[in-house]
């Protein structure tokens, strides 16, 4: 079957690649032709841990044989075990658990679970700043050209700040507000940390209004910074704390950890069909396992500052090179003009990337990306810093 029939009966709204992947194992993807390919996307920081990993694949395999779905109104051990594990995992105050299917929902459910506990309507969030794209999290998405269509269905009671400006944040949250919304590293923003003293007093607002702070680590959890969660560099914990992509590696599971503010929820207020199944628990709990047995986060710091350093340096005699900046394995190099043309070189090279607006290419490796998979891709950017037709 060619890959035009393949096609043909899938709505095409995605960007085209030119890719018909077949295969995963570690850091590797493989197409049809048998091309390999170094993925630096992590399919959009999900395969923290590799693609196809055999302790995750195995855990799949077991569970699918004992019970797939079970819904919230019964118990089952693999939700309580993997809640048990978030919690231990988790900053101090972060010690109940709902589950979702992927990030946006986590937003969603967030969203809800602040403006019900509060009574208020009105949310903060950040200029920059990306939370999903169904109605309630693409609410408080900032960027526009995700907005446009759907401005008629989006709340009026969303405000938005400038991320990292300390004094309007201070202007703008008041006891009329439900929630502050961030990331701690704006992942499809471009790779922008925050500022210490910003999120200090994001939870120092919240304290003082009783607005309920949430940090969105859907991309920046399970070890992607260099910790487990984003938030232990700052050491501020946040009222809820929403989490996804990485955590099923690739399966379908998303969680809300939440402190006591929020343990008075009317029953019914919310609710997933398929959130908790015990299939997307038996996948969380052996890629958390795996994660932490074979101390996968240890060596992000080191890998991080080594190809930041290592593509700073070889990119710094183009002309076309602003710089790179990022946290852990969540890196962006920004260029002075667009970068869709490079994108697609480095594409045609083995290395899949993920261009962030129109002049910033975004990496998000596997954590367990070696260090010889590091340099071919600093070769790789080498070789096209001295090609002249992107």
Known sequence: MSVQDQKKHLLQIFPDYGLNIVRGAGSKLWDNSGKEYIDCSSGWGVSNIGHSNPSLSLAIFTQAQELITCPGVFENPRREELASLLVDLAPDGLNQVFFTNSGTESVEAALKFAIASTGRKKVVSMMRGFHGRSIGSLGVTHKKKYRNLFEHLLSPDVQFVPFNNSQKL??????????????LVQG???????????????????????????????????????RIFATDHFGVSPDILCLAKALGEGFPVGA????DKLDSLPKGIHGTTFGGNPLAMAAGIANLRYLIDMNIVEEVPEKGHFLMESLERVLSTDHRFRLVRGLGLMIAIEFKGRVQRLAELLIENGIIVIPTGRNTIRLLPPLIITFDEIRRVIKVFEYLSNDNTW
């Not at 201070?170 to 990331?183: C, G, P």
């Not at 940090?215 to 959890?221: N, S």
């Not at 809300?256 to 402190?259: F, G, K, R, W």
């Open 170 to 183: 201070s202007d703008i949250v008041t006891e009329e507000t439900a929630a502050v919304i961030l990331e």
């Open 188 to 226: 499809e923003g471009g790779v922008h940390i925050a500022d210490q003293r910003f999120v200090e007093l994001a939870r120092e607002l919240c304290d003082k209004t009783g607005a309920i702070l949430i940090f969105d680590e859907v991309q920046t959890g399970f070890g992607r910074t260099g």
């Open 256 to 259: 809300l950890l939440l402190s």
